[in-house]
């Protein structure tokens, strides 16, 4: 019997890797479309990182504003676009990973 488990766990590997990048890029297209635009530096600096070995994707903004935007101040309203884009979608990602 030939012992194929570690081909197999390659291949689920790589699956969910390439799901968890096309749901990165979901929300990443959504966050862009819902951002609120001022002078566009947080709209363009939307992005998405793979971190492989915990097969995890950060989809967010490296400007030092942007938690402000989402989350707000005490002098500030919150004008959320990365939490909405992902509840945007959800069911999308659910069935994503519904198929692996």
């Known amino acids: ?8 766990l ?3 590997d790589i699956k ?4 968890l990048v096309t749901a ?4 990443e297209k959504t966050a862009k479309q819902i951002v609120p635009v001022k002078t566009g530096a947080l709209k363009r600096s939307i992005t998405h990182q793979p971190l492989i070995p915990k ?3 950060e989809v967010g ?4 504003y942007a938690p402000y935007v989402e989350l707000g101040t005490r002098k500030m309203s919150a004008r959320p676009y990365l939490r909405p884009a992902l509840e945007a979608n959800r069911k999308a990602i659910r069935a994503l990973f519904g198929t692996i």
């Open 1 to 8: 019997m030939i012992d194929n488990t570690e081909g197999v």
């Open 10 to 12: 390659n291949a689920v």
């Open 16 to 19: 969910i890797s390439k799901a």
């Open 24 to 27: 990165a890029l979901m929300v």
């Open 55 to 57: 097969r995890e994707v």
């Open 61 to 64: 903004s490296n400007l030092e």
